[in-house]
Structure formats: C-alpha cells, structure tokens
C-alpha cells in the first residue's frame, strides 16, 4: 500500500490554497465595492452638474448656484478620495493574486512529487510481483524436473 510520508504537507498545502483562494475572492469583491462607489459619485457630479446648466438656464439665484458648486466641489473630494480607495484596493487584489499563485506553486511542487513517489511505487510493486512469479514458476518447474527423474 502506498504511503506518501509528505501527505500533511501537502494537506496543509492544500488548505492554505484555499485559503488564498478566499482571500482574493474577499479581495475582488472589496475591489467591486469600491468601483462601484466611485461609479455612484461619477453618476451623482454628472447629475449634478446637468441639474445645474438647466437650473441656470432657467435663472437660479447666486445662492443657489453658491450651494450648487460647493456641492460639486464635495462629490469632485469623494471621487478623488474614492479613486484612491480603488487603486488600494487594486493593488490588494494584485497582492492576493500574488500569493495564491506561490501557494498554487507550492501545492503542485508537492502534488508532482507525490505523483512520481506513487509511479515509483507502483513500478517497484511489479517488479516484486514479476519477481514472486518467476520464482513461483521456477520452483514448479524444478519440482516437475525432480519428478520425471525420480
């Protein structure tokens, strides 16, 4: 029976994989989130600003336009500040991407050697059993011999 005497190894190997599997995928969702408030405040300055011109159009009072441009100023902070909350979440998901490949490397290191072990196993079991054959087959054929001469 075959007996991989790394096979912890490989275990822990395995379930540190997956552990770097969930992280970038906490990762990416986090990076989606992100994108997606920048999207909302690029959304909500374009509005604005449209909102704006056909206010103005209109006639608004300097009060209202006062109210108006330090609003857009305020949602121009957040997309900034936002834009940078997603490049830091960009480089998180790299980073993750990162390890999970080492962790994937480490694993298939193991796993490939687990696989030649096993082959090694599995030739070195033939060999034996070839072995056992042929001897089996030439202590019949000696008994026979024995036989016919006495």
């Not at 989130?33 to 909102?51: G, P, S």
């Amino acid at each position: 029976m075959f007996r991989f005497r790394l096979q912890q190894v490989l275990n822990l190997r395995r379930q540190h994989e997956e552990k770097k599997q969930f992280e970038l995928a906490q990762a990416q969702r986090v990076l989606q989130q992100e994108e997606d408030r920048l999207t909302f405040f690029v959304k909500r300055h374009d509005r604005c600003q449209r909102e704006l011109l056909d206010r103005q159009k209109d006639g608004m009072s300097p009060a209202e336009v006062d109210i108006y441009t330090t609003y857009l100023g305020f949602i121009k902070e957040k997309i900034k500040w936002q834009r940078e909350a997603v490049e830091t979440a960009v480089k998180h998901v790299e980073e993750k991407k990162e390890e999970l490949l080492t962790a994937r490397k480490d694993r298939k290191t193991l796993d490939q050697l687990r696989t030649k072990r096993h082959q090694a196993f599995l030739t070195d079991s033939k060999r034996k059993e070839m072995k056992q054959l042929d001897e089996v087959a030439l202590g019949r054929f000696q008994e026979r011999k024995r036989e016919r001469r006495g």
